[in-house]
């Protein structure tokens, strides 16, 4: 449930922030990356509100780090980089479709972070 929620809410939040920053500058790859981390933190912090709230938690759900936090930011440098590559790819360099994937592929970076975190390690 909550990777769910880190995909919609990194997805609605890139394509708003692709809107908003694409208003201010021309559509490129720092335009994908502005929106791919506002996208990625702000899917990463209403992921950990609804833990802390106990909402759709399963047996093993807890709060992220601060390391994993570091991470996901790191890395949704690469997703939001890809997502530039697919918006341009496609010949779609909207301001709104290159934050919508930008969020999509950071997100998808991000629970995947989540889910190598929660892996129980080697016994």
Not at 49 to 71: D, H, K, N, T, Y
Not at 104 to 116: D, G, K, W
């Amino acid at each position: 449930m909550s990777l769910l929620v880190v995909l919609g809410i990194g997805t609605a939040v890139g394509a708003f922030a692709g809107m908003v920053f694409g208003n201010a500058m021309d559509p490129n790859a720092l335009l994908a990356v502005l929106s791919g981390l506002t996208g990625t933190v702000a899917a990463a912090v209403s992921r950990n509100a609804l833990v802390e709230l106990g909402f759709g938690v399963g047996e093993f759900e807890q709060a992220l780090p601060m390391p994993v936090f570091i991470f996901a930011i790191i890395a949704s440098i690469a997703g939001s980089l890809a997502g530039f590559e697919v918006a341009a790819l496609s010949s779609a360099l909207l301001p709104v479709y290159i934050g919508a994937l930008a969020g999509l592929f950071s997100s998808i970076l991000t629970a995947l972070l989540v889910i190598s975190y929660h892996m129980p390690g080697q016994k």
